[in-house]
């Protein structure tokens, strides 16, 4: 009978050989040009562990590809954009066809525009959302004492992997740095009851941080079902008076027009964000959103000039420039 120090042991080896494993196979495949069963005949394995292995790999970060050859129409969308609403920087990737990988892809190259940017002594704000936590995976982790991370709008009331203590905890784990929370719902049940709040000294010590970052990382939501915001109770019981007020979608929780400017609504009189408006000031201010359903709410956000950055995809790029204002519809977009 094998004793816990013993199996403790067995198990520590079996991580190993896992890991030496998974090295193995992605330098096989991604340097040494095997195919999947060459893979698995040279490392005894099965062709179904090979693809597995793979598909992990490139899910968790392991195994980042840097594609050196340039992508004439994304360059050309790039430039486009960068004249159009005069921003500094813009990084377009070729759509997937897939919603959630086109999410993951935009994610990843918003962490490494980030990743560009960062340096000692920065204070960094971060938003929500699947969007975002995929960016982490392209974070270089390395020590950076003199930064901080904070939120920079309230939170949900459920975790997903993807709240806004999640994301800015994981962004604050990779660099080493402090990180500091907005410990309140986004929306409040009345204005007073937000005001009051911010008489607190952590919140509004951590509302004074927000609105001084040097790096501000966030996405946006559109108006369907799609948006993890619309499907909380909240927004969802005021969708109807939303879109009536001309709402397109939101951007750090404040509902915006086609033209970029806040809806007359009361949501907006009870958000816990830095306000698009304060986004402004921000020296580097980072928008990653993506896909067919985020043209309109992207567009109005870059016609209300909130953000210096972008990063989209391809066909989301083409349908923003589009003069006609159309946005694709789901046959156009597959």
Known sequence: MATKGTDTATTGIEDLDAQQIRARVAWLYFIGGL???EIADQLGLTRLRVNKTLGQLRTDGSV??????????CIDLENRMKERFGLDDVSVIPTL????ENQRAVGDAAGGMLDRLLEDGMGLGVGWGKTLTAGLKRLTPRPLP??????????LTRGSGSSTFEVATGY???????CYYLTAPLYFPSVESREALLSHHGIRETMRRARSVDVALVSCGDM????????????????????AAGAVGDLL???LDEAGRPVDHPLNERVLSVTPEQLKSVRHSILASGGWYKVNIIRAILRGGYVTRLVTDEMCAAAILDDTGQTPTNSQQT
């Open 35 to 37: 195919t999947q069963q």
């Open 64 to 73: 980042v590809v840097d594609i050196r050859l340039p992508m004439a129409n």
């Open 97 to 100: 066809p897939d919603d959630s």
């Open 146 to 155: 003199g930064s901080w991370v904070t939120s920079v709008m309230g939170g």
């Open 172 to 178: 604050a784990r990779a660099i080493s740095a402090e």
């Open 224 to 243: 369907t079902a799609r948006s993890l915001l619309v499907q909380t109770p909240t927004v969802s019981e005021n969708l109807a008076t939303l879109q």
């Open 253 to 255: 929780g404040v509902f």
